[in-house]
């Protein structure tokens, strides 16, 4: 199993929702990575999970807050999100930090 | 200076041909580098990894690492209709060593490649 598995691929919410994207792999990578991506701009590092720990924060505002509940599975949790913050969510994981990256498909947020 | 940079393109090449990507990254400090493949509307996929000086060939795909002039680039032998897509550069650079350590990956902000038929 070579997947990353990105729950749901389309959400669309206002901006006084709570809600969670979802990211789960089996490779038995210790590794896992947010990603936000804007049309025709690259991948923007959010947040790296190393051995479950939170490595690497890219000052992201508090709007989006990360869980890493265990080796295989990681959350972003949305709360209070903006028009601006409407992009593909890109979750990652490689062996260990550092190590080359495998994608989910991502989920397309749409906030209005 | 922009920590990884690409030329955005578009590079348009005809079907057959050589397609070269180049990649040029600022921090002396890279360890691992990295060439991702992104189709429009869908993810980036791994092509290829380097992380020593010269080239390293799997199929059609030829990286080329020069750490001393700090440039990475990816040749795309006879090149495919199928082969247009975005291509993206990867730096990453070690702030802590180890497997457990902390590494900061950047992007490029990628070449888009039209090959035509």
């Known amino acids: 199993d070579t997947e990353v598995t990105q729950t749901p691929k389309h959400l669309v919410m206002g901006m006084t929702n709570k809600k969670s994207l979802k990211c789960e792999q089996h490779m038995g990578h210790r590794a896992m990575y947010w990603y936000k991506q804007k049309a025709k701009k690259p991948p923007e590092l959010m947040f790296v999970y190393s051995y479950e720990k939170l490595s690497i924060n890219e000052s992201v505002p508090s709007r989006f807050s990360p869980e890493c509940p265990n080796s295989s599975l990681l959350n972003l949790h949305l709360h209070a999100l903006q028009p601006e913050d409407s992009a593909l969510y890109l979750c990652?994981?490689?062996?260990?930090?550092?190590?080359?990256?495998?994608f989910g498909s991502g989920t397309q947020l749409s906030v209005l | 200076q922009k920590e990884v940079e690409q030329n955005s393109g578009p590079l348009s090449v005809p079907e057959g041909a050589i397609a070269s990507l180049n990649c040029t990254y600022s921090?002396?400090?890279?360890?691992?580098f990295f060439w991702y493949r992104q189709y429009s509307g869908k993810s980036p996929e791994l092509i290829m990894s380097?992380?020593?000086?010269g080239d390293k060939e799997d199929g059609r795909f030829t990286a080329q690492l020069n750490k001393a002039s700090q440039y990475v680039s990816l040749l795309i032998r006879d090149s495919q209709p199928s082969d247009s897509a975005t291509y993206l550069c990867?730096?990453?650079?070690?702030?802590?060593?180890?497997?457990?350590?902390?590494?900061?990956?950047?992007f490029g902000t990628g070449t888009r490649l039209k090959v035509l038929a």
């Open positions: 990867a730096v990453n650079i070690g702030l802590t060593q180890g497997p457990s350590g902390t590494y900061k990956y950047i």
């Open positions: 990652a994981s490689s062996q260990w930090a550092g190590e080359k990256l495998f």
């Open positions: 921090d002396r400090g890279s360890q691992s």
């Open positions: 380097i992380y020593s000086n």
